[in-house]
């Protein structure tokens, strides 16, 4: 996105056009950004050719997995509806993996009958449940472990999945009784050890801190793994101020762990694929002017995008038409839904506002659509796909019918 003549443009269609023909709230993904980070993510780790599964819970939009697709990469699903979703945009089964803490018999069943890579496990019962349904089909199923490094990546207590404390995984000591009895069943073949610890993490050093200990454990079991599943949450930039991940050392230490072992190596990105290729243009409903702030009351809400409620997360917003003029005031850009944390963000000397003007979220690629609701019962909005400056429609908005015939 940039401004050009004070517009602001999304791959040179500037968002006052897109907001006049689709409306607003409206979700707008830029083809342009998400095909440069698919191949900035291949070219980091080129070195080694990871098998990467696109997490699926991060953006479940059906058009953009057909289009991750297309440049080969696989999927990462924690649900049987995602794995139904992933088969139906074409992902080929042997680039899939299932994760969660939680998979019900059904969706084991569903999973062993796709013929999927793998279904990385995390629990002695789960692993005694996915051999009892492969006994009764007189398979031999392929899965992973996942162990629980206990490293904490340093991020948001509510996203962070690799500390002893976390639900995830299997610690240590349970991981190698695991594969020892794994070794002698008939209808389990341990291929992987993954291993996930977090999201939106920017520094390296968690991770290199994870593959040590990933080091040690595979020492303790003397077992050959084919596959290590390092997961992903590489995070990105939400703020200027922020730092970025050093994909570069995190590409070295991989390389120097692979000196010891002969594994192919997966990736499980979501955000560093999927996060910065969207904005969320919304429109000003009121200005309601108070004494110490102007709250900008938007007709986009918590329900089109609770990461700020949900995590205290920031989304940068700037206005669709560049002025000169400047509020001497702070503006909390808030939503319309009868909740306090229906807010976006404070900001302080941003330019002046007023009823029908246009801003814009961005960075909401990410567990913005996928983790959209209709609380409220309001509508869910429209996602439209920019790509070589033509607009494709990927999701209509939801409509009333469709809410009260739902």
């Known amino acids: 996105m940039k401004y050009i003549n004070k517009k602001l443009t999304i791959e040179k269609l500037s968002v006052e056009t897109i907001a006049k023909k689709y409306g607003t709230p409206a979700y707008c993904y830029s083809f342009k950004q998400f095909k440069k980070n698919i191949l900035d993510f291949k070219e980091n780790f080129k070195s080694f050719s990871p098998l990467i599964c696109f997490a699926i819970k991060s953006n479940a939009n059906l058009n953009l997995i057909k289009e991750i697709k297309q440049f080969g990469l696989g999927a990462d699903v924690v649900s049987m509806g995602e794995l139904m979703m992933a088969l139906k945009a074409g992902i080929n089964p042997k680039k899939i993996v299932f994760s969660g803490v939680g998979k019900t018999s059904n969706e084991i069943n569903y999973a062993i009958n796709k013929n999927i890579l793998l279904i990385n496990a995390e629990s002695e019962n789960e692993i005694k449940e996915i051999e009892k349904i492969a006994k009764s089909k007189k398979k031999r199923v392929q899965i992973g472990m996942r162990l629980n490094p206990n490293t904490?990546?340093?991020?948001?207590?509510?996203?962070?999945?690799?500390?002893?404390?976390?639900?995830?995984?299997?610690?240590?000591?349970?991981?190698?009784?695991?594969?020892?009895y794994c070794k002698k069943s008939k209808n389990i073949d341990l291929q992987c050890l993954s291993v996930h610890i977090g999201s939106q993490i920017l520094d390296y050093r968690p991770y290199e801190k994870m593959l040590r200990v990933v080091d040690k454990?595979?020492?303790k079991t003397d077992y050959n793994f084919q596959y290590i599943d390092l997961g992903g949450g590489m995070g990105i930039s939400y703020e200027k101020n922020n730092q970025s991940l050093n994909y570069k050392k995190y590409n070295l230490s991989i390389k120097k762990f692979l000196k010891k072992y002969n594994s192919k190596i997966i990736f499980e990105p979501g955000r560093?694929?999927?996060?910065n290729?969207?904005?969320?243009?919304?429109?000003?409903?009121?200005?309601?002017?108070?004494?110490?702030?102007?709250?900008?009351?938007?007709?986009?809400a918590m329900n089109d995008l609770i990461r700020p409620a949900l995590y205290g997360a920031v989304h940068k917003i700037l206005p669709a038409n560049k002025k000169n003029k400047k509020s001497n005031k702070s503006y909390e850009f808030v939503g319309p839904i009868c909740e306090s944390t229906d807010k976006f963000s404070s900001v302080k000397n941003f330019q002046e506002l007023k009823e029908k003007d246009l801003v814009v979220l961005h960075d909401v690629g990410a567990y913005g659509m996928s983790l959209s609701s209709n609380y409220n019962l309001r509508l869910k909005p429209i996602e439209i796909l920019v790509k070589n400056s033509k607009i494709k429609v990927i999701r209509k908005r939801q409509t009333y019918k469709d809410l009260l015939n739902s």
């Open 277 to 300: 290729t969207a904005s969320l243009i919304s429109k000003v409903i009121y200005v309601k002017k108070n004494s110490k702030k102007d709250f900008i009351i938007l007709d986009v």
């Open 272 to 275: 560093s694929i999927i996060g």
């Open 152 to 180: 904490d990546a340093k991020t948001l207590s509510q996203i962070s999945t690799g500390k002893k404390e976390n639900k995830f995984g299997i610690n240590e000591r349970k991981f190698l009784e695991l594969v020892k």
């Open 217 to 219: 454990v595979i020492k």
